[in-house]
Structure formats: C-alpha cells, structure tokens
T-cell receptor, first 114, second 113 residues
Framework: AQSVSQHNHHVILSEAASLELGCNYS??????LFWYVQYPGQHLQLLLK??????LVKGIKGFEAEFIKSKFSFNLRKPSVQWSDTAEYFC????????????FGRGTSLIVHP | DTEVTQTPKHLVMGMTNKKSLKCEQH?????MYWYKQKAKKPPELMFV???????INESVPSRFSPECPNSSLLNLHLHALQPEDSALYLC????????????FGSGTRLTVV
C-alpha cells in the first residue's frame, strides 16, 4: 500500500513570499499525484494533478508542482502567495493503471499574513 | 459552487435518532465515495460505489449504512451514532478508473449530541 508524507504541518508566510510545500510518497509503481486545497469552511478543491507527461504541472491560482520520480516527491510551489491562499493543502497519491483510490497526506496548514 | 451537491449542510442529531445524508451529481461519474473528515485532518475513506455497487467498505461501523439508488445519487443512513462520529462528511465522485481526481461536495457538518 502507498503512503504519503507531508512534512510541513504548519507554514506561516507573509504576502508575496514564495511557497514550497513538500510531499513524498512511498510506492514503487506508476502513480497519479494530486494536490487539493481546502479553504476555511469550504470543500476540497483539486489544485492540480499529474499522471503522465511533463513532470512540471501547472494548476489553478498560480500554483505549480514538480514530480521528481527519483525522489518520490511532488512538491507544491507558488512564487508569491496572497492572503487568500490561507488554507489546508492536501497531497494525494493513487496507483496508476489500477485502483484509483488516492491516499491523502495529513495536510499542511498555510497561514498568509497580509 | 461544486457540481456535487450535498444536503443538508448542517445536521445535529441525538444518539437515538435516524437521519440520512444525501449526495447528488450529474456529471456522469460512475464512482461515488463517502469520506469522513475531522478538523485539520485528511479525509478518511468510508465507502466506494462503482457502477452503483458497493465496492469498498473501509471497516465502517454498521451504524453507517450507505445506499446508491441510482448513478446520480448516494445516501448515507445514520442510526445510533456516537458523539465521536461528529465530523464533516464529504461525498465525492470521479470518472471510473482514470486519474482525473475527485470532485468533492461541500460536505455535511454533523454534530451528534
């Protein structure tokens, strides 16, 4: 079974700072990778996903993530955060080509100060 | 707005009550899911329906009973819940067997008193 680690549990930034949230997974086969965001009091929304092709994936709201297969990582980045990016961020991994049930990481709480 | 609609948005129920949560999607997705989420925690998978058949039950207590009347609807029947069952219950749907990711509903905030 796959597992997902998000090492940064709480991140506090000022507006305009750059963001990188770590996500590592353990699974030896082909994977599909996701980042979800949950704004305060709202539902989870898909930020971006990777399942093949260019390992640098661009998502909504200026977010991007890079799949580095050799490091089993899928880190989320944004060059300049805004106050409105304050949210919980969840990385998720699903085996490719088989079960599509993703395993979620425990999440990272991001607070952006104006 | 999400394309997966959940009702009610909030529910308070006693431990002896029977209630139902409802979920509806019209995206033609053939896989639907129930998740439970505690505050600041990741969603925990409860049930998966694939083509209206229960395919995964993650050892959920029998006081939670899912039902999939048709390809667009998913219910979660609740009976004799405990206070520790208080959580956000999320419904999601996805295209079967692909990596498009889930579309989540807004959830039902359940409080058991």
């Amino acid at each position: 079974a796959q597992s997902v680690s998000q090492h940064n549990h709480h991140v506090i930034l000022s507006e305009a700072a750059s963001l990188e949230l770590g996500c590592n997974y353990s699974y030896g086969g082909t994977v599909n990778l996701f980042w979800y965001v949950q704004y305060p009091g709202q539902h989870l929304q898909l930020l971006l996903k990777y399942f093949s092709g260019d390992p640098l994936v661009k998502g909504i709201k200026g977010f991007e993530a890079e799949f580095i297969k050799s490091k089993f990582s899928f880190n989320l980045r944004k060059p300049s955060v805004q106050w409105s990016d304050t949210a919980e961020y969840f990385c998720a991994v699903a085996p490719g080509g088989g079960s599509y049930i993703p395993t979620f990481g425990r999440g990272t709480s991001l607070i952006v100060h104006p | 707005d999400t394309e997966v609609t959940q009702t009610p948005k909030h529910l308070v129920m006693g431990m002896t009550n029977k209630k139902s949560l409802k979920c509806e999607q019209h995206m033609g997705h053939r896989a639907m899911y129930w998740y439970k989420q505690k505050a600041k925690k990741p969603p925990e998978l409860m049930f998966v329906y694939s083509y209206e058949k229960l395919s995964i039950n993650e050892s959920v207590p029998s006081r939670f009973s899912p039902e999939c009347p048709n390809s667009s609807l998913l219910n979660l029947h609740l009976h004799a819940l405990q206070p520790e069952d208080s959580a956000l219950y999320l419904c999601a749907s996805s295209q079967e067997g692909t990596a498009y990711g889930y579309t989540f509903g807004s959830g039902t905030r359940l409080t058991v008193v």
